[in-house]
């Protein structure tokens, strides 16, 4: 005699693909809480700020100013300026150096009764047409100062950088004795902390017992003087930018180290019995290879140009003379140290809006060659 069978009646749960679906929301619930804590808050926090007159530490309450941060943040104008003239002879006046004398600007923005289409403007740079000099005023010559920098960093950075890292990676990837050496010292500065480096090369650049400086004068027997990498204006980009691309060039390099060993081996056997040389090898056959791993170094080193911070506030507070400042370290320079949030807010959106802009310029480049 068998026994009854009993009909298993069916789960009233939920369907097995609802409860994954649920039980994976839950898992990435705390990255979500995350990300909106520190990155979509801030980010519209400071789109708020940016409006106001928000301090740090202040004994007022914040209020709203409307677009008068964006006003003094991106105000220009051009000051034309007449050599003076002596009144009694009516020839102009010169100086020691028998060079025109300017009325100066100060005066000139000073006067709100007579000149307020320059009242809180100061000078940025200015420059000679013939007899007249043109001073252009800006509301935060710094900001301008920052963004050129930023500019002439990237500018100088990206070609340099990725050439060097393109020919490091040809040369480690020759299959000599020894690359995997070769390989990890030139890494080892990426994985170091950039303050760390900034330090180091610090002492590097001291003009008096500098180990470059010690370098140079031994080379050139003693002919060239110690350099002040650091104090003088002119140079203190350039050593920055020296040691940005000797700490960043490793992981570019092992970027086209991957690139090259993806390119088919028997693409090269078959140009060499063509009969082409090393060159039209290099040009046909490895650069169309890596475009892809190229156009992906080009994007991550100029979001890491922009972003230059960590150098500036080690090696030079943004000195000499704002010659190293950055809209990165402007940004904490104002917002933390004169402690303007609303204005530094006011400085991180109009910066997020450049780099908007550089990166759609970038994308349509590529798209422009992909066609």
């Known amino acids: 005699m068998t026994a009854p069978t009993v009909p298993i009646e069916k789960s009233e749960g939920k369907p097995k693909k609802e409860r994954q679906i649920i039980v994976g929301l839950l898992m990435a619930a705390p990255a979500f809480l995350l990300m909106i804590l520190f990155l979509v808050t801030p980010f519209f926090g400071g789109i708020y700020f940016s409006f106001t ?12 100013v409307g677009f008068r941060n964006y006003t003094r943040l991106l105000s220009l104008s051009v000051l034309p300026l007449e050599p003076v003239v002596d009144e009694t002879t009516g020839q102009p006046v010169l100086d020691e150096t028998g060079e025109l004398t300017y009325p100066r600007s100060r005066e000139i923005t000073r006067d709100e009764e007579n000149y307020p289409q320059y009242a809180g403007l100061t000078e940025w740079f200015t420059f000679d047409v013939g007899d007249t000099r043109y001073v252009v005023l800006a509301g935060d010559p710094n900001f301008y100062r920052s963004i050129v920098n930023n500019f002439f960093f990237a500018i100088v950075v990206i070609p340099l950088q990725t050439g060097l890292a393109l020919l490091l990676a040809l040369l480690v990837n020759q299959g000599l004795r020894g690359q995997t050496f070769f390989r990890t010292m030139y890494f080892a500065p990426v994985v170091t902390s950039m303050v760390v480096v900034s330090i180091v090369w610090k002492f590097l650049y001291d003009p008096n017992n500098g180990l470059i400086n010690e370098m140079i004068s031994t080379l050139t027997f003693g002919a060239v003087g110690p350099i002040n990498w650091l104090g003088n204006p002119s140079i203190a980009m350039w050593a920055i930018i020296i040691m940005s691309v000797w700490q960043g060039v490793g992981m570019q390099m092992m970027l086209f180290i991957a690139g090259l060993q993806q390119i088919p081996g028997s693409l090269y056997e078959a140009t060499s019995i063509d009969g082409a040389n090393t060159w039209q090898e290099f040009r046909h056959i490895t650069l169309p290879g890596l475009r892809n791993v190229m156009v992906f170094i080009f994007l991550t080193i100029t979001i890491a140009a922009f972003q230059l911070f960590d150098q500036v506030f080690v090696m030079t507070n943004g000195g000499p003379d704002n010659a190293t400042t950055t809209t990165v370290f402007h940004m904490y320079r104002e ?13 991180a959106v109009i910066f997020f809006l450049i780099i908007v802009g550089i990166n759609l310029i970038q994308r349509y480049a590529v798209k422009e060659k992909e066609a």
């Open 53 to 64: 007159n928000q301090r740090l530490i202040a004994a007022t309450e914040t209020e709203v």
């Open 335 to 347: 917002g933390f140290r004169e402690q303007k949030i609303g204005y530094a807010s006011a400085i």
